[in-house]
């Protein structure tokens, strides 16, 4: 016995370290405050009744793959014509660096099998991120100002865009507590404006 207790010592102590050499994994709250912003249904509706101008467009963002990350089923269509959603996403919430987040955006391969499913989330469990295609260039960087409020916009002339003769997008977007303010617009190869709101950004109030 006398032999074996200076083994057992040394096998404790190597135990030990070993448990204190792993790295505690610390919940990042900024992470999680931002993606419990975006979660939820929305509409511009009182923008619209202000300013005819703009649209009553609906909003859904609702997570999916709760196992693989922060993600993001997002639909958005005339309030009045939800059954023909004109734009369908799924966006990937991250952290980019000590200061910064970056919502990636990707297209799904066959959008029209997804109209209405931010009612049901767990139909995405049916496909996987080879699934879907990353727009690559057109993530939003956005930094946190203040508790519940996060600005930001994606680069300049990164994402690329052939829509009504545009060359590239440009997205601009804060998110608050209880809105969202998005403006989206075109540019053609010389910068020119082609399409999207001209005065300022889509303010879609939460509703839910």
């Known amino acids: 016995m006398k032999h074996l207790l200076p083994i057992i010592i040394l096998l404790s102590f190597f135990y030990n370290c070993k448990n204190e050499s792993k790295p505690e994994i610390k919940e990042d709250k900024e992470l999680k405050e931002l993606f419990a912003l975006m979660q939820g249904s929305f509409n511009s509706e009182i923008q619209a009744q202000i300013d005819s101008s703009y649209y009553n467009i609906a909003l859904h963002m609702y997570p999916i793959w709760e196992d693989k990350g922060n993600f993001l089923y997002v639909e958005q269509a005339l309030s009045n014509r939800q059954n023909k959603p004109y734009r369908q996403r799924i966006y990937e919430v991250t952290r980019a660096s ?40 057109c993530e939003v960087i956005l930094k946190r100002t203040k508790p519940n409020q996060f600005i930001g916009k994606t680069g300049d002339t990164t994402c690329v865009s052939t829509m009504r003769g545009a060359s590239f997008a440009r997205s601009e977007v804060e998110i608050l507590e209880d809105k969202i303010i998005s403006w989206d617009r075109g540019f053609d190869a010389n910068g020119n404006y082609v399409w999207g709101a001209e005065k300022a950004g889509y303010i879609f109030n939460k509703i839910d």
């Open 98 to 137: 000590d200061s910064t987040f970056s919502s990636a955006i990707y297209a799904l391969n066959v959008d029209s099998l997804w109209i209405g499913k931010w009612k049901n989330p767990k139909a995405f469990d049916a496909i996987s991120l080879n699934d879907i295609a990353l727009k690559e260039g």
